[in-house]
């Protein structure tokens, strides 16, 4: 016999009707009995799995439930506790309970009092009174004050946490000034799908310049909170003064550390936060670059809950051609490991096989740094209550009697429009569909061996569609995007060829809401740095799937 459901607790008023509930499983037919006074009293008309009373003194209550094979569990004890309320002074019968909450998720505080005349009840958060609040920020210290014309009650102080699970993955392959690269197109796309199986929000990109690198570093460190945090890039780097850099798309020939990213100044930034866990993986080379000046800057180390992985210690980072598809060896293993829920640590330790591997024997060897004060794990879930609001792409929509468009992201920078024939019409033949868009994009990934790899990608969702628009580099778009349809086909009774078209505005789709383009400098950059944040946290709770 197995209880699934035990009483609860209850503070009521005196003649209160209460009812008790217990629900079991097992063999057979069940009996219940119900007992109070110790045990040693068995409660009249008590043999339901609900027993309804009226409260008339505090008491303690439990059930024994039985089979008919003699068997029998009791249930936990429970106190019916029972108040006298004839002075009618608020009494405080349910406190609130202490949360931890994702963001976007509901935030549900109960308490419950009884009195004569009924209590009315006043929130505070943080020592201030909470008046028709229904939306905000929730995190912070909160109780309830209880009163009537009689007197005034307090409820327990009860803390509310912020918890999230959030990565941004940054992969820059096409350089103008550099050797290009071929790895970062699969490992950044894989390892967000494995990440968003372990409940983080991603935000994904390609092929962003120093200032867009900044911009949306900037916005994603202004997500942090009390929750999970992995920050992850592959591409072209190197280390200097003891510090390490990752070099832009736009980097000229020679650069020096103005026209990087400083790794250790992102590292900073993520424990200024105070966050439970903060992740920063590196698939980059490390090779001193010799055309840059010594620089003064003392080289900064983790601290707090930070883990640091970098793809080798101080030398080159190699990419593969693994089953056709090119992948970093570093995100190779990683991503062979990270689904699993262990310490992170341990993970990268896991990851640090990848020196055995006869590719790269004696050529690379991962750097595994931390200063974890408690065992964390990156399957760790996310403690949620209420229901989670869902926060989608903006799923853009056409569709007439024969041609239907749909798209998906790849990445939070990167959109592919579908156009589909579905039917023809009696007077229509040989119809074909083509796609642009206004203003025209640029396919960074057109050149020979790079659409191959990325159309890959389309494959994986089942898609044959008759025509499809990549959109890439939308982080640069700084107006709404139209995508135009064109149907060409011929009459069959004219036998002229003849076109149709439709547009559809679909606004600023994915990361181009962020305005990566544009940093904030100064008091009037910062009032706007909650809402770019905002729209940075709205594409990292999307997922990638096909839209229609």
Known sequence: IVIVRHPVSVCVPVNHKVTLSVRAQGTGILNY?????????????????????????????????????????????????????????????????????????????????FGVPAPSYQWYRNGQPLLDMKSGTLQGTYLCSLSNTLGERWTEPVDVDITDKVALLIGNLNYSNHPALMAPVMDVHELGNLLRQLGFRVVSLLDLTREEMLTAIEKFIHLLDKGVYLFYYAGHGYEHAGRNYLVSVDAPQPYGTENCVCVQRIMLSMQERQTALSVILLDTCRKYNQGSLLSAIKPLAPSGNTVYGYACEDAEAFEVQDGGKSTGIFTKYLNKHILQAEKVTHVLEKVSELGRDPLITGKQAVEIKHTLKEPRSLADPVRTTGHTKELHLRDACWRQANVEVSFSALYSNVLVAFATVKTTGPHTQDCVVTLSSIPTMEDIFS????????????????????????????????????????????????????????????????????????????AAGRTREGAFAKSMGNIASSNPPLHQ
């Open 33 to 113: 009995q119900w007992f109070t006074d110790g045990a040693k009293k068995e409660v009249p008309n008590g043999t339901l799995a609900d027993l309804t009373i009226r409260a008339q003194q505090t008491q303690l209550y439990v059930c024994r439930v039985n089979d008919q094979y003699y068997k029998c569990v009791f249930s936990n004890w429970v106190k019916v506790k029972v108040l006298d309320i004839d002075k009618g002074e608020p009494h405080i019968a349910t406190n609130p309970k202490p949360q931890k909450i994702q963001p976007g998720t509901k935030l549900v505080l109960q308490c419950a009092a």
């Open 447 to 522: 050149r020979s061996g790079r659409s191959e790899e990325m159309d890959s990608l389309l494959l994986m969702n089942n898609v044959n569609p008759d025509c499809t628009l990549r959109l890439c580099a939308l982080q640069k778009l700084k107006e709404s995007m139209v995508i135009k349809v064109d149907l060409h086909y011929t009459h069959r009774d004219s036998k002229l060829r003849q076109t149709e078209s439709q547009q559809v505005d679909i606004g600023k789709p994915l990361v181009a809401s962020c305005k990566l383009y544009r940093r904030n400098h100064g």
